[in-house]
C-alpha cells in the first residue's frame, strides 16, 4: 500500500511542468559546481586548491552542491504535498480508506526522497558529462563518481523531505511562517554541516589530505577567486566506520521525524461536533440571481484599490496589527536601517499573497471575466505599495524631518520594488512560499553587508546609497509589474 500510493502520488508530480523545470535547474545546478577550468568562481575551496576533475571529485563536488542548494530549494518544491490532497478532494478518499497515517507519511515521504532523488540523478548524469568536456580525466569511474551522491546528497535530501513533510502536518508550521522559518534553520544546517564534527557527518564534508602550501580553509557556497585555483590530486571519499554509521543513522532519524507527526495527524478526518448528526455534503453556493444595487458614484479604480487593499489585509490578527504599529512608531525614534529592515520583512505572509489570489481562492474563472485586469493587476501592485508605505512611514518622516533625500528616494524604489516582486513570482507560479523563500534570502543577504542587494537602502556611506541606485530597483519594479501584466492577458487568452 505504501509504495502503490508513492508511486502513484511521484507520477501525478512528473506530469507537470514544473518538473521538467526542475531538471533542467538541475543542469545548470551541475554547470556551476564543475567550472571551467580557467573560471573565477568555485563552489568549493580547499586550502586555496581544487581537485582535479576525475571522477571522484567531480562526484563530490556535484554532490556537496546538491547537499547544500537542493535542500534549500528542494524543501519548497516537495512540501505541497499533503495540501495537495486536501485542495484536491484526495484526502477524503484517504480519511474513508483503511490506510493508516503513518503508512500515508511514508508514502509521501518515498514520494518526496523519489522527486528530489530524480533531480540528483541528473546531476549525476550533468557531472559525468562535464568530467569529460573539461578535459582533465577522461577516466570514468563509476563507483567514484555515483558513491558520494548515495553517502553525500541522499542522506541530506531525506533529511530534506522529512522535515517539508513535518512543516506540513504541524498545525503551526504549516502555513507561510514556516516557510520563512526554513530559510533560518537551513542557514544554520548548512553552516554548521560543514564541520567535520557536525551530527552524523553533516553535509558529508570530510577533511583530506591537503596538498604543500594549503591552508587549512576549507569553503564551500559559490565563491568567487581573483585568479583560478591551484589544483591537486583529490584522493577521494574517505569511508571508514564511524562515517558510514553516522550516515545511516542520519537518514534513519529523518524517517522517524516524517513518521512522528502519526501521533497527531489523523488523515483529513472531519469529526461531527458533540451533539450534532454528521450532514451530509452541503452545496459550496446557491445561485439566488444577480443582487440588487444601486450604482455608487465615484472613481471605480479607487473602489477597486480599496477593495485589494481590504484583501490583501485580510486575515491578519490582531498581535500582527500591533506589531505593526509598534514598528512604524520606532521607526521615529530610531536609527532607520534596522527598523526599515524588520518594518519591510513583518508583512511578507502578506506580500505573497500578490499575484496568487486567484490560484488559492479558487476564483480564477470569475477573475478571467474582469473586463479589465490591467486594472486589477495594477491595483493588486499598489495595493502592496500602500502597505510597504504604510510600515515604513516612520522611518520615512524621520528621514524628512532631517532632509535626507537620498534616503528617501531609496526608500520609495524599495517600496515600488517588494510588492512588484512578489506580484510577478505570484502571478508566475501562484503559489506564495516562492515569494516567502526568494524574499526571505534577498533580505538575509542584504543585511549582511550585501551592497548589490540594497533594495531598501539602508546600508549607506555617508549620504551615499551602495549597491545598485534606487534608479535600478524601481526599474525592476516596472519590469515585474509589466511581466505580471503580460503572463495575465498571456493565459487569458489561451481560454
Known amino acids: ?36 577550468v580557467d573560471a573565477h568562481w568555485s563552489v568549493l575551496v580547499i586550502g586555496g586548491f581544487r581537485g582535479r576533475y576525475t571522477s571522484d571529485y567531480v562526484g563530490l563536488v556535484t554532490a556537496l552542491t546538491s547537499a547544500l542548494w537542493l535542500t534549500l530549494v528542494g524543501f519548497y518544491l516537495v512540501r505541497d504535498a499533503v495540501a495537495r490532497d486536501e485542495r484536491t478532494g484526495v484526502g477524503q478518499l484517504i480519511a474513508a480508506s483503511p490506510m493508516r497515517a503513518w503508512s500515508y507519511l511514508a508514502a509521501k515521504l518515498v514520494s518526496n526522497v523519489a522527486v528530489l532523488a530524480s533531480m540528483t540523478a541528473v546531476l549525476a548524469a550533468t557531472a559525468l558529462v ?29 533529511v530534506t523531505s522529512a522535515l517539508a513533510l513535518l512543516f506540513e502536518v504541524t498545525p503551526v508550521l504549516r502555513g507561510g511562517l514556516g516557510n520563512v522559518l526554513w530559510v533560518f534553520v537551513w542557514m544554520v544546517g548548512a553552516i554548521g554541516g560543514q564541520s567535520s564534527r557536525a551530527p552524523f557527518g553533516g553535509l558529508g564534508l570530510r ?8 591552508s587549512q ?18 584522493p577521494g571519499l574517505r569511508l571508514d566506520a564511524p562515517f558510514l554509521l553516522g550516515r545511516v543513522a542520519l537518514v534513519l532519524v529523518a524517517v522517524a521525524v516524517a513518521l512522528a507527526p502519526a501521533l497527531w495527524f489523523h488523515r483529513f478526518d472531519r469529526p461531527a461536533r458533540p451533539g450534532r448528526a454528521p450532514a451530509g455534503p452541503e452545496p459550496r453556493s446557491v445561485y439566488r440571481g444577480l443582487p440588487r444595487a444601486e450604482p455608487r458614484p465615484g472613481p471605480g479604480f479607487g473602489r477597486l484599490l480599496a477593495g485589494e487593499a481590504r484583501i490583501l489585509a485580510a486575515g ?25 529592515a524588520v518594518a519591510w520583512v513583518w508583512p511578507v505572509l502578506l506580500w505573497s499573497r500578490l499575484g496568487t489570489q486567484p490560484a488559492t481562492s479558487g476564483t480564477a474563472a470569475i477573475l478571467g471575466a474582469y473586463p479589465a485586469p490591467r486594472r486589477r493587476v ?37 517600496a515600488l ?33 550585501a551592497d548589490t542587494l540594497n533594495f531598501m537602502g539602508i546600508l549607506r556611506e555617508g549620504d551615499t546609497v551602495t549597491g545598485p541606485g534606487p534608479g535600478a530597483w524601481a526599474a525592476l519594479a516596472l519590469a515585474g509589474v509589466t511581466g505580471s501584466l503580460l503572463w495575465t492577458n498571456f493565459r487569458l487568452a489561451r481560454r
Open 130 to 158: 562535464l568530467q569529460l568536456l573539461r578535459g582533465e580525466s577522461r577516466t570514468v569511474d563509476p563507483v567514484g563518481l555515483l558513491l558520494p551522491f548515495a553517502l553525500v546528497a541522499l542522506p541530506m535530501l531525506v
Open 217 to 234: 580553509d576549507v569553503g564551500l557556497g559559490l565563491m568567487y577567486v581573483d585568479e583560478p585555483l591551484k589544483v591537486f590530486d583529490w
Open 316 to 340: 491578519a490578527p490582531l498581535w500582527w496589527w500591533l506589531g505593526a504599529a509598534a514598528l512604524t512608531l520606532a521607526g521615529l525614534a530610531l536609527p532607520r536601517g534596522a527598523v526599515l
Open 417 to 449: 520594488f517588494v510588492p512588484a516582486l512578489a506580484l510577478a513570482l505570484g502571478t508566475l507560479t501562484g503559489a506564495p512560499r516562492v515569494f516567502q523563500a526568494v524574499y526571505t534570502v534577498l533580505w538575509y543577504l542584504m543585511i549582511n553587508d
Open 378 to 414: 495594477l491595483a493588486e501592485w499598489l495595493a502592496g505599495v500602500l502597505l510597504a508605505a504604510a510600515l515604513g512611514a516612520g522611518a520615512a518622516l524621520r528621514m524628512g524631518f532631517a532632509a535626507d533625500g537620498p534616503g528617501l528616494v531609496a526608500w520609495a524604489a524599495g
Open 207 to 214: 577533511p583530506v589530505p591537503l596538498p604543500a602550501g594549503a
Open 1 to 36: 500500500m505504501i509504495a502503490g500510493a508513492a508511486v502513484a502520488d511521484f507520477r501525478e508530480r512528473v506530469r507537470r511542468p514544473a518538473y521538467l523545470l526542475m531538471l533542467i535547474s538541475a543542469i545548470g545546478l551541475g554547470l556551476i559546481a564543475v567550472p571551467p
